[in-house]
Every structure is written in C-alpha cells, then in structure tokens.
C-alpha cells in the first residue's frame, strides 16, 4: 500500500513539472536612475520570451507596494514570440532611493520575481514635510533629538535622517564638544536624492550629575570651508536610580 500511495505521488510530480511552462525573462531588473518627483510617475519595461511548444498567458502580477502599478498582455503568448512587461513606479511624496519587487504569475505553475530601483529627486513640498530643517543642499529630518529618561550608567542610541536634495555629492560633517555624544553617518558621500542616517550614542558614563542634558550640535552639508550648517539638539534626562 505504501509503495502505491508514494508511486502516485511521483507520477504527480512528473505531471506537474511536466506542465510548467517555459519562459526566459531576458531581464529581470530594471533600473529607473535618477528621477524627478515633479516629473511625475515614469515607466519601464522587461522582456521575457515563450520558448516552449505550447501558448502561454501571464494570469496575474503583484508588486511589492502601492506605488508600482503593472501592464503586461492580457492575451496568450504564442511559441517563440517575445513580450513586454511594464511597470510604472509613482514617486509622489516618496524622494530618496527606492527597491521593490514584482511577483508576476505564469501560467498554472511558473512564478518569477522582478525587481526594480532608483532614486528620486524631491520637490520643496516634499523634502519641507520630511527634511524641515534646511543647512544648504542638506536637509535634516529634525531639530531636535529627545532621548527621553536614561538611568544614570546608561547608554541612549538615536537616529536623524538626512537628505541631499541637490544634483551635486555631498560630504557632510558636523562638531560636538560634549564628550558624552558620539555621532557617525553612514556614508562618508551623499549622493543626488541620496538619505544619509546620523547615529547619535550617548553614553551618561561621562556624565558626573544626574539631571537634564541638552548637547548642541553642528551639521554641516559639506565638508568644505564656508558649507552651510543647522543646529540640531541631543536631549536626555540622566536620573540616579
């Protein structure tokens, strides 16, 4: 009886595989560049190809978020034949690097992942609601840093967001005296539409008192002399428990 039931499932197995269709994506990534959000939503494409004996139909594709829309045949591919896939991708409100990916279902069986990325430019509406702070080409996604209570003994890691909304790199540098706070972005370069993240990590080992601290600090948009700068303020309270 044993040997039957696993003879049927192997049989179902080649019948299975036997059916898939067979398809060659000639890409499978694409790569939109640098795009302006005020240019609007912008389109690109993949070819795959039918290289099978039989028809074949693409019964559906789900993209990774809201903000990718898709178009592809609706018909059956015929064997031999070459196609389009296409994928449109909306930046409205969405500047700074983007990936995401296409699930796109072929036939009753066959299931490929595309994936496409790039980077989007900024409008001023845009970069004011998410980088408010303003030191030249760079934008900050805050003034103010709160850490909130820290047990005196304690360490406290924040983050802030920065973004370059020019055409040009850019090096950001900043200045803290307070040995308390140690700061590093994670990129030494910020490219068009690129977001660099500060890590800020303080460490009440320095401090003596408890009490609150509040740490100014310097942010420069660029490492050269004369760059443009914001002031952003590291806050905690050090409490003795």
């Known amino acids: 009886m044993r040997i039957n039931l696993l003879t049927t499932l192997f049989l179902t197995l080649l019948l299975s595989f036997g059916g898939r269709s067979e398809i060659i994506w000639l890409e499978k990534e694409y790569d939109f560049g640098l795009m302006k959000e005020e240019a609007g939503p912008k389109t690109g494409s993949v070819r795959l190809v039918n290289t099978g004996p039989d028809e074949i139909a693409i019964t559906g594709a789900r993209p990774s978020c809201g903000c990718t829309g898709v178009a ?24 700074g690097r983007f990936e995401k990916s296409i699930r796109v279902y072929i036939g009753d069986f066959d299931m490929a992942t595309l994936r496409i990325r790039g980077n989007v430019l900024g409008t001023p509406e845009s970069l004011s609601t998410l980088y408010p ?109």
């Open 72 to 95: 592809y045949p609706e018909d059956p591919i015929a064997p031999g034949d070459t196609v389009k896939f296409s994928f449109t991708y909306n930046p409205l409100g969405r500047p």
């Open 133 to 241: 702070v303003e030191a030249g080409p760079l934008r900050l996604s805050s003034g103010l840093l709160d850490g909130g209570e820290v047990d005196l003994g304690s360490t406290r890691h924040l983050f802030l967001n920065g973004y370059n909304q020019t055409g040009d790199t850019i090096r950001p540098v900043w200045k803290c005296e307070d040995p308390s706070l140690s700061i590093m972005s994670s990129s030494e370069e910020v490219g068009p539409g690129d977001i660099v993240s500060f890590s800020f990590y303080f460490n009440s080992r320095e401090r003596k008192m408890p009490g609150i601290v509040r740490i100014p600090v310097t942010i420069f948009s660029d490492n050269k002399e004369g760059a443009e700068s914001a002031e952003v303020i590291f806050t905690v309270t050090v409490t003795d428990k």
